[in-house]
């Protein structure tokens, strides 16, 4: 049996993916998303918290103003690390397993992996790679 990733929890194999939640039969999947969810929950009040500083520095005192613009960069580059794979199967009636938090390229890499075990599964199964 092929592998493609193996990093306890996580496992990609011609037959089958583990994740840390649920295991997967590759057959029964039909898709892979990776988002930056943390990002775009974190942006708005960090740009929010730039642009107040940036239109009220005169009224603020200096200790504000380097607080609120640490805290907003901070925010920002953060929750850019992060994201979440969600797995799309058949198997799954509802959201529950399917989706994972984590280091963003980490779960890249994951996802790369499990990609790449459906393509060479399309490809054994008859041809059908675009």
Do not use: N
Not at 78 to 88: A, H, N, Q
Request: charged share 25%; glycine share 6%.
């Amino acid at each position: 049996m092929k592998t493609y990733y193996d990093d306890h929890p996580w496992l990609v194999t011609e037959r089958l993916v583990r994740t840390p939640k649920k295991s997967f039969s590759l057959d029964k999947l039909e898709a892979i998303s990776l988002k930056r969810t943390f990002f775009l929950f974190a942006a708005a009040p960090a740009i929010g918290g730039i642009l107040l500083t940036l239109l009220w520095w005169r009224y603020l005192y200096i200790g504000e103003i380097i607080f609120l613009l640490i805290a907003s960069i901070l925010a920002l580059v953060v929750s850019f690390r992060f994201g979440t794979l969600k797995v799309d199967a058949l198997s799954l009636k509802d959201d529950e397993g399917g989706t994972v938090y984590g280091h963003f390229a980490h779960l890249a890499t994951i996802r790369d992996a499990i990609e790449l075990a459906m393509q060479e599964r399309e490809f054994r199964d008859g041809g059908r790679v675009p």
